[in-house]
């Protein structure tokens, strides 16, 4: 069975940095993209990065481009996603979520798995 496990939200004021971590079980991720959303209140789910576990070709959203790094660690079977320079607008659960594809995706529907999701409150 498929586990992901979201961690490392919380609070910071706008400019500060948060690394979030994704612990994943359950199988053998190679054929798979992992990818990381985000749900404020109100609003729906949207894609944020993406990273093939196979080669590590990585997709940003152009609302966080520069400022996020998606990454992985093979050996311990986790996603990071690096959040430096945040703004207020960044405030949101942030979900990790797997998708069975080697080409990396950015829709909702594409994705098969989904964490519990952390939260991330940036305060102006």
């Known amino acids: 069975q498929v586990q992901l496990v979201e961690s490392g939200g919380g609070l910071v004021q706008a400019g500060g940095s948060l690394r979030l971590s994704c612990a994943a079980s359950g199988r053998t991720f190679s054929s798979y993209t992992m990818g990381w959303f985000r749900q404020a209140p109100g609003k729906e789910r949207e894609f944020v990065a993406a990273?093939?576990?196979?080669?590590?070709?990585?997709y940003y959203a152009d609302s966080v481009k520069g400022r996020f790094t998606i990454s992985r660690d093979n050996a311990k079977n986790t996603v990071y996603l690096q959040m430096n320079s945040l703004k207020p607008e960044d405030t949101a659960v942030y979900y990790c979520?797997?998708?069975?594809?080697?080409?990396?995706?950015?829709?909702?529907?594409?994705?098969?798995?989904w964490g519990q999701g952390t939260q991330v409150t940036v305060s102006s």
């Open positions: 990273i093939r576990w196979s080669g590590g070709t990585t």
């Open positions: 979520a797997a998708a069975y594809s080697i080409r990396v995706v950015t829709t909702v529907e594409r994705y098969d798995y």
